[in-house]
């Protein structure tokens, strides 16, 4: 095996690192994640993660967790209302989707990202995460890369994996290239307890999701674990915007008045959002790697997910595709076919690319479909052709 007695680090601790760790594990190698959490209790930012049959769901299979999966997921969370910006319902699902239907192409079951990650954590042996490893750089030592820390710490590594996201360190060993933003911000909420802290959104909810499109703007959220909501204010603009608003994001009633001000023609409906979340709310501009991407393949560094690939969520397609790209670059590095890790590296780096181009190419499709002024009508004849 090309990575037998090879020391490998994997950057970053999120679903494709621990994929990874995970599938590499399974074939008796010496994988460290470093990961920049303060330990396995962090609390995981995020909507839940909906995993795809041929992707995510492929990837817990090789893992071993399927059934760690299936008694974790959350059913009925992939259950979903389409409204207009008045609250009014135009499309539900919640009378014809099951509760489990996994094996069907169009099943998306969704689980909490704390919940995955715990799966994920718990298959792994004892000390394979380094927790508090916060990466700052690295360089060439011997056949291998010495990496450092915050801290001091250095660690060597033979074979390094880049799963340090979006806002990837790692990349620019690899890659001069980079994201462009794709013209929508997204502002993120959280609602803890959302039964009693905001009872009519809940209602609404029925413990699954909610797209609502009105006035080239969207409002899309989902129901969590332990009884929380996320949602986002999804909204075109430009990429400075954060800075530029001189908002105070952990100020809500400032929040609610943007709100008011940004969405004029929505119903106050969905002012309990903003009146219930926990501050701060959390602005994210939405990137995308340019769909022709292209580097040399380097003998010991390679990336996943989106450190590789950053898209928009628009199509779902994120995790799943970090969750892929650890299930064939474990295979790529394990399997007889390659006489070199680079050339292994290679194999996985070209399949991925393309497969992450075409990904990426749909979610921003969407987003300009969801964006729209007939965003509504466009979503609901999408939908209601599934």
Not at 106 to 123: A, C, Q, Y
Request: a negative charge.
């Amino acid at each position: 095996m090309l990575i037998e007695n090879k020391k490998i680090a994997i950057v970053g601790g999120g679903p494709g690192g621990l994929t990874l760790a995970r599938l590499l594990q399974l074939k008796k190698t010496n994988v460290k994640v470093y990961e920049r959490d303060l330990n396995k209790e962090a609390r995981v930012q995020g909507s839940p993660l909906d995993l795809h049959e041929d992707s995510g769901l492929a990837a817990m299979t090789k893992a071993g967790l399927l059934e760690a999966f299936k008694n974790n997921f959350m059913p009925g969370a992939d259950r979903m209302l389409i409204m207009n910006e008045q609250a009014q319902i135009f499309l539900s699902d919640h009378n014809d989707k099951p509760d489990k239907n996994f094996g069907h192409e169009h099943f998306r079951p969704e689980i909490d990202r704390g919940v995955l990650r715990k799966i994920l954590l718990e298959s792994l042996e004892p000390e394979t995460v380094v927790w508090d490893s916060h990466f700052i750089s690295m360089e060439k030592h011997g056949e291998g890369w010495l990496l450092h820390f915050k801290g001091g710490q250095s660690e060597y590594a033979d074979v390094v994996i880049a799963a340090d996201g979006a806002n990837s360190k790692i990349r620019s060993y690899v890659t001069d290239v980079k994201p462009f933003y794709s013209d929508i911000m997204m502002l993120e909420g959280n609602i803890y307890d959302a039964q009693k802290t905001a009872p009519q959104i809940h209602a609404m909810l029925r413990g699954g999701k909610i797209m609502a499109f009105g006035n080239e703007k969207d409002i899309l959220m989902g129901q969590k674990a332990n009884k929380e909501i996320g949602f986002y204010a999804s909204f075109k603009t430009n990429e400075n915007w954060a800075a530029d608003s001189g908002l105070d994001f952990s100020d809500k009633s400032q929040m609610l008045d943007w709100f008011k001000k940004a969405y004029p023609e929505w119903s106050n409906v969905w002012h309990e959002l903003f009146e219930s979340a926990t501050t701060p709310f959390i602005p994210r501009p939405i990137y995308c790697m340019p769909l022709n991407q292209y580097w040399e393949a380097l003998p010991n560094l390679t990336l996943l997910g989106d450190a590789a690939h950053i898209m928009p969520p628009f199509a779902g397609e994120g995790v799943n595709m970090a969750m892929l790209d650890a299930l064939e670059l474990s295979e790529c590095l394990t399997s007889e076919a390659h006489p070199t890790i680079q050339e292994a590296i290679a194999d996985y780096e070209t399949n991925m690319r393309k497969r992450a181009s075409i990904m990426a190419q749909e979610s921003l499709e969407n987003g300009k479909r969801m964006h729209a002024e007939n965003a509504l009508e466009t979503m609901l004849a999408f939908f209601g052709g599934h």
